[in-house]
């Protein structure tokens, strides 16, 4: 997983490219780079690290040009250094590629290029697309391409410039996403839409076995044997601000802070309060399928499948069907059982990662239906799926999933009340009261956000812990295990989420003075059982911090410190604990001087396996 641009037209290119880089550079920041055609010659700047490493250096040594590509890196094969930082060269340094993905036969490519002659200079798997592509050059630039992708195992999206066949950029996808915006007199390619939105709001979504050429007069796409093509232009409506910080020292905490207005526009026009029905226009499953639904799979990675897990309570309580949850890279791997009215839903914010991409595949394959929830429009989850459900959460920037979680939870509420209704499940006027609670919450969020400072505080008191304890029960044990992911990759704190249930089966060993516990207490069903939980760490000497609602007088004896969130539906209790944990995390981190909207190691989307 990486970030590839590509530009060409009269804009100031090394400006283009690396406000580009740093839009893509949550897809990784190990190294990057870019290159350029200035007057028929190839020039090239990479450096190791971030992009504004890359733009110091173009600072002391200027590149110019009307084309160009950049890269953004998180390494897979080849360590993060200045020399396998993209692009990478051919032998006669005329033919440059930037690259995501990988080349699963690198190895013997590399042995029979070696073979015939071919000097390499990295331990990437790209720089075998750059030879390869030279090995089939002729006289055009996207003749060599074609036949150089029909050798390529694995997944890719790339893009090739050459200084001799110039002026034209050319793009191959299989696997990865690659996206053209088309402006006025100038063209983009991009692994997402943010590089494109400030430009121009018309894009086209290359498909798998695709290749685009951009040259001055345009674009024009053919498939991998040849075939010319018609592609569809989307227009998209997403707000180049919303890719910007606005006044917000990191993106995760814009996002945190958006989320009353992300659920709204994941609501809005999905549910009437006149007709007590739900409009979910994209799922594309029959009626009839819905009704006769047995059992469900819910497959995804990360905090998707922590809303997963959520989802699985969501949809048993109003639906009665079983449902089951799975991490996207067991599923592949276990002897699943398929079965005829079966559904299977894929939860992805990006719709890129590739776990979850190899699970939808498989399911596919064995005549599965699938359902994706997915925030990004025309991702690849979302045209290999037989329906979707969009999250309007708009661009999460931060690596950390915040917004993009609880739309995730908006999107699994709607489909289960909307399957609860198909099955007749609800009595006359009772999915009401649901809408209702629904339309309260971003408002209940909102009052959440307002304590943030208090929040603060909490963090300036425990940020130097070094193990925390997440508890939760039923509904908000997902909660607790999203509670810890989030201080984990924030702050890099070791956290650990348990259902509280489970505490005396092991945990409860590490509890003492030193390792505060984290309670997740709403006055639900499983309320009386969390104080037992919170009792037993007290015991022990633990420090316990609760989350609680705000007329619970009982549990503030009993905890060292709380924080009060509104009362709500006790189903509909995740929306709301999950607010402060995300604010602790991200305080906790900030206090550490961690780089929370790119912490170490991480990526935002993981496209490969
Ligand atoms: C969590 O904060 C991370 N962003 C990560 O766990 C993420 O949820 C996971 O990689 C899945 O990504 P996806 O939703 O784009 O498939």
């Not at 740093?22 to 190791?48: H, Q, T, W």
């Amino acid at each position: 997983m990486c970030g590839i641009i590509g530009y060409l037209g009269p804009k100031k290119i090394s400006s283009i490219l690396i406000e580009g880089l740093k839009k893509l550079e949550y897809r990784g920041y190990d190294s990057a780079g870019l290159a350029v055609v200035n007057k028929g010659k190839l020039e090239i700047r990479r450096v190791k690290g971030k992009i504004s490493n890359l733009e110091e250096i173009i600072r002391m040594s200027p590149i110019d040009g009307n084309y160009g590509i950049g890269h953004t890196r998180w390494a897979t094969h080849g360590r993060p250094s200045e020399e396998n930082a993209h692009p990478h060269r051919d032998c006669s340094e005329t033919i440059v590629v930037v690259h995501n993905g990988i080349i699963e036969n690198y190895l013997d490519l590399k042995k029979e290029l070696l073979e015939k002659g071919h000097i390499f200079r990295t331990e990437t798997d790209t720089e075998v697309i750059a030879h390869l592509i030279e090995e089939n050059f002729e006289k055009n630039l996207e003749i060599a391409v074609q036949k150089a992708v029909k050798k390529l195992g694995g997944v890719f999206a790339f893009a090739v410039i050459s200084s001799k066949d110039p002026e034209k950029i050319v793009t191959a996808k299989k696997g990865p996403p690659a996206i053209i915006g088309l402006g006025s007199d100038e063209y983009f390619v991009s692994s997402d839409l943010a590089p494109i939105l400030g430009h121009t709001k018309d894009v086209i979504f290359l498909d798998d076995e695709e290749i685009a050429v951009i040259d001055k007069n345009g674009v024009q796409f053919m498939n991998f044997q040849g075939k010319t093509l018609s592609k569809k232009i989307d227009t998209i409506t997403w707000d180049p601000i919303m890719v910007e910080k606005g006044g917000f020292k990191h993106f995760m905490l814009k996002e945190i802070f958006e989320q009353p207005r992300a659920l709204r526009e994941t609501l809005m026009g999905r549910i009437s309060l006149d007709t007590g029905k739900i409009y979910l226009d994209e799922i594309n499953l029959s009626p009839d399928f819905l009704r006769k639904i047995s059992r469900i799979n819910i497959i995804a990675c990360g905090t998707s499948y922590h809303a997963g897990l959520v989802g699985k309570y969501f949809l048993e309580n109003l639906t009665h069907i079983p449902v089951e949850v799975d991490y996207s890279s067991e599923y592949r791997y276990r002897d699943f059982i398929l079965e005829k009215n079966q559904l299977n839903i894929i939860i992805s914010q990006s719709g890129e990662t590739a776990d979850t991409l190899a699970a939808l595949r498989i399911i596919k394959k064995n005549k599965g239906k699938t359902l994706s929830i997915c925030n990004m429009k025309g991702s690849t989850a979302t045209r290999e799926a037989d329906g979707v459900i969009y999250t309007h959460a708009g661009p999460e920037i931060g690596v950390a999933s915040t917004k993009t979680f609880t739309t995730q939870l908006m999107a699994l509420m709607l489909f289960s009340l909307y399957l609860a209704q198909v099955k007749n499940r609800f009595k006359k006027n009772e999915i009401l009261t649901y809408f209702q609670e629904l339309q309260r919450i971003p408002h209940k969020i909102e009052s959440i956000l307002y304590q943030s400072s208090k929040i603060e505080n909490l963090a300036q008191k425990y940020f130097h812990y070094t193990d925390f304890l997440y508890l939760g029960r039923w509904v908000n044990f997902p909660i607790a295990l999203e509670g810890a992911l989030k201080l984990k990759e924030i702050s890099y704190i070791h956290a650990e989420g348990y259902p509280a249930g489970e505490m005396k089966h092991g945990p409860i060993a590490l509890i003492e003075e030193k390792m505060p516990t984290v309670a997740i207490a709403p006055k639900d069903r499983v309320y009386e059982k969390m104080l037992s939980n919170i009792s037993e760490v007290k015991t022990r000497n633990g420090i316990v911090l609760a989350v609680a609602w705000e007329e619970d007088k009982e549990i503030r004896e009993k905890v060292d410190e709380i924080i009060y969130i509104p009362s709500s539906h006790p189903l509909f209790t995740p929306f709301l604990t999950v607010i402060p944990l995300q604010l602790f995390a991200y305080y906790i981190g900030l206090k550490r001087g961690a780089d929370v909207d790119q912490p170490r190691n991480l990526a935002k989307s993981v496209t490969v396996e």
